[in-house]
């Protein structure tokens, strides 16, 4: 029975997911910024308080995993999405989105690595999104979110970036693609 471990689980694409695997007999750990669980069962361990955005999200989840064993998958899924414009960009807003899509995975996967958590023959999966590709953005669909798409590409990067440097370690780091940015209703986007 393989332990996955969905970061951002608690609404959307992560809660979904975390239905799924814990509905065919995986043991699941799920995080959420909220103290609130959204989903208890005996399958799901819930651990609270994590906030990628967060500099010490990396060494709280390593500490909440610690019991858990062996993890044999990592789904990181947490993001963040603002409206912008060129007229109004979101200082704040474009900080928050990159931390959350292309600094926090580099601690998160490091600190999990690092105490032994992730191990050889393990999988991590990066939930990124097309819009982060340079070749795929046409004029015809206009300039704007700046920080949406600009942190998108910056975690495709993370994602190359870890794969190489777990490579070693035989640990495997894919990056997903969700039909939209907005497919966090509650409906799965098929993965492509």
């Known amino acids: 029975m393989p332990t996955v471990l969905v970061i951002g689980a608690s609404r959307g694409l992560g809660l979904e997911l975390v239905k799924q695997y814990a509905g065919h007999n995986n043991k699941v750990i799920a995080t959420s910024r909220s103290d609130k669980s959204s989903q208890p069962s005996s399958s799901i361990t819930w651990v609270p308080g994590i906030d990628v955005a967060a500099k010490d999200a990396g060494v709280k989840l390593a500490e ?18 603002v409206t912008e414009s ?40 990066l939930v990124s999104s097309e ?53 966090c209703d509650g409906n799965l986007a098929p993965l492509i």
């Open 86 to 125: 060129f007229d109004e960009p979101s200082w704040d807003a474009e900080i928050k989105m990159y931390t959350t899509s292309a600094i926090a995975p580099v601690f998160l996967v490091h600190h999990l690595v690092k105490a032994g958590l992730v191990h050889k023959g393990a999988k991590i999966i």
């Open 64 to 81: 909440a995993c610690k019991h858990a064993g062996a993890i044999d998958i990592v789904i990181i899924t947490a993001g963040y999405f």
């Open 131 to 183: 819009s982060g590709s340079i070749t795929l953005r046409h004029e015809s669909e206009g300039g704007g979110n700046y920080g949406h798409h600009a942190s998108k590409a910056a975690s495709n990067m993370v994602g190359k970036l870890l794969s190489l440097d777990l490579k070693e370690k035989d640990i495997a780091v894919g990056i997903v693609h969700v039909r939209s940015p907005l497919s």
